[in-house]
DNA sequence: CCGCTTTCTTTCCCGTCCGGCAAGTTTTCC
DNA sequence: GGAAAACTTGCCGGACGGGAAAGAAAGCGG
């Protein structure tokens, strides 16, 4: 009963998770320069050999918690009502269950600056929203009733998800006001459910 | 009146067009693993460290024409009526300037599979998109009287077009029917401007 | 038209990174 | 308990990235 799935793929998880976790602690203590596989496999204390056998580039280390907790963002929204409209429930979940689960914002801002520095990051964050997005297309799918692998719609919706969520951290992230993540999340799902009107003259 | 901009920067541009439209092409004839910086240099005829000089990745060379097309779409924006409602600009032009960009839809297959399959062509095409989406913020933002630097509509609304354009792509790939992408990606933004309205039951 | 300066190209080269391979170790299964 | 499968590790070769300096081309002043 304790183990649903086997020791192996047990440990498998844990290193996976160890290593992405030191990376990432060292990106935020000592800067995106001080992740290697050389540093990030001492700390978990497996050789850097098995680093690369689990992520292919220190970038998808530091980024494989976001999916992870993207998952976990997907799973809330399943537990909602069953009757509830899918705008109300990404409304009402997303900006914070995002915010939460970021933790500290000023870790948040370190990430976002390291993503904007440096190409290699920048890149690998836009295929870790992708990969997220994948997941929420499921959830809406099953919500809705729909396939996402052959209707437009939820992967629609998904891909726009992960553009409010990128939009708003970036405005969060060059803001000099301290507004808070969550609002700004919100207040870019509300747009879109809007169709994005511009206030034209 | 034939040069605005000097002969070095002339020549540089045009090296840099060969070099892609050259990695394009090669691509397109030999498949992905044929494009090399070698094999691009020679095919224009310059050394191999100078294709490094203006690429930084056969990925960045092979996506660039699809950049510069982008900024000939964001011009054909800047062209609509002053008065014309962003999003009725943005339907009018997008799809059909779209589709006849791209040329040759089993040219478009080929590219699209590439992107699918090699992890470094699809965070690269990211990246493209991305940029794409600046070029499309900064119409976006003249045409609205706003700042693209501080205001989220226009962000939100050039990321909601990349995402249109590639959940059509992707749609058009995958699809066994042959529906024009044109109307897919009419279709998307569409939906987009109505808010992505799902028919939930 | 001619040198001088600036910018780009090219060659050479070295350190780093990536990933295949095979030996050693751990888990699984019967 | 022992064979088979899966994972970890060290080793290694080839690819890649980019610095430095010489050579070629373009711009600029006379």
Redesign the interface.
Known sequence: MTSEVSLRERKKQATRAALSHAAWSLMIEHGLQAVTPETVAEAVDVSPRTFRNYF?SREEAILYGLVRRAGSIADALRARPAGE???DSLIEVLPDMVAGLLGESRDLLLLMHAILRD?AM???H??AF?HSQELFAAV?AE???TDH?YD??????A??L???M??AA??WA?SETDVSIAD?IR??LM??????P????
């Open positions: 292919a409209p899918v705008w190409p920048f890149a690998q836009l295929v992708e809406i919500r809705t009733g692998r437009l719609s939820p992967r629609l919706l891909a726009a992960g553009v409010a990128r939009t970036l405005a060059q700004l207040r870019c747009e879109l459910r809007a169709g994005i511009l206030g034209e003259s």
